[in-house]
T-cell receptor, first 116, second 112 residues
Framework: DAGVIQSPRHEVTEMGQEVTLRCKPI?????LFWYRQTMMRGLELLIYFNNNVPIDDSGMPEDRFSAKMPNASFSTLKIQPSEPRDSAVYFC??????????????FGEGSWLTVV | SQQGEEDPQALSIQEGENATMNCSYKTSINNLQWYRQNSGRGLVHLIL?????REKHSGRLRVTLDTSKKSSSLLITASRAADTASYFCATDSGAGSYQLTFGKGTKLSVIP
């Protein structure tokens, strides 16, 4: 099993540029999550999809952030325009909630974003 | 807002000693999970304990849950240098929610 695949692993961009982060969830999983991790705020849930439909985007910081899931095997998180305070590690995670597995989440390795 | 809060924030022990980390949460849960994060990597699920369970074991891991106190503990016995990582508790918000809220973690250093 390949696990959750994220790209790019590392990105350095200039303030004002558009950033697109990509995620391929584990095959068969029907829930997908985008998290952001910083030293100051820890892990924050940005948005949660179930069966490709956004269920809760209350964690998306502002209109500069958008996320899509056009199909069950692909999701993007876009920041436009990017700002230095967006520098963080962005994790994609997926799960298949059930009685036996509960809601165990499987994380990708993260996309390390630096906005200068 | 944070649902789970780990304590201590950092813990340093000698190899072979036991490590205990605590987690407190605020609202009712269906289950509580512990995750581990090695430096520069994603989080990895360790163990899940349901709200009707009080204790669970997995290898060198022992998790307890006290729903009356809204707290959980993770015990790692006979620690190894490879256990050096950050450990997070994660809770759902009950009522069929599949979203998890994570604490800020305990950074464990095991000194060889």
């Amino acid at each position: 099993d390949a696990g959750v695949i994220q790209s790019p692993r590392h990105e350095v961009t200039e303030m004002g540029q558009e950033v697109t982060l990509r995620c391929k969830p584990i095959s068969g999983h029907n829930s997908l999550f985008w998290y952001r991790q910083t030293m100051m705020r820890g892990l924050e849930l940005l948005i949660y999809f179930n069966n490709n439909v956004p269920i809760d985007d209350s964690g998306m910081p502002e209109d500069r952030f958008s996320a899509k899931m056009p199909n069950a095997s692909f999701s993007t998180l876009k920041i436009q325009p990017s700002e230095p305070r967006d520098s963080a590690v962005y994790f994609c995670a997926s799960s298949f909630p059930g009685r036996s597995s509960g809601n165990t989440i499987y994380f990708g390795e993260g996309s390390w974003l630096t906005v200068v | 807002s944070q649902q789970g809060e780990e304590d201590p924030q950092a813990l340093s022990i000698q190899e072979g000693e036991n490590a205990t980390m605590n987690c407190s949460y605020k609202t009712s849960i269906n289950n509580l999970q512990w995750y581990r994060q090695n430096s520069g990597r994603g989080l990895v699920h360790l163990i899940l304990i349901r709200s009707n369970e009080r204790e669970k074991h997995s290898g060198r891991l022992r998790v307890t849950l006290d729903t009356s106190k809204k707290s959980s503990s993770l015990l790692i016995t006979a620690s190894r240098a490879a256990d050096t990582a950050s450990y997070f508790c994660a809770t759902d918000s009950g009522a069929g929610s599949y979203q998890l809220t994570f604490g800020k973690g305990t950074k464990l250093s095991v000194i060889p």
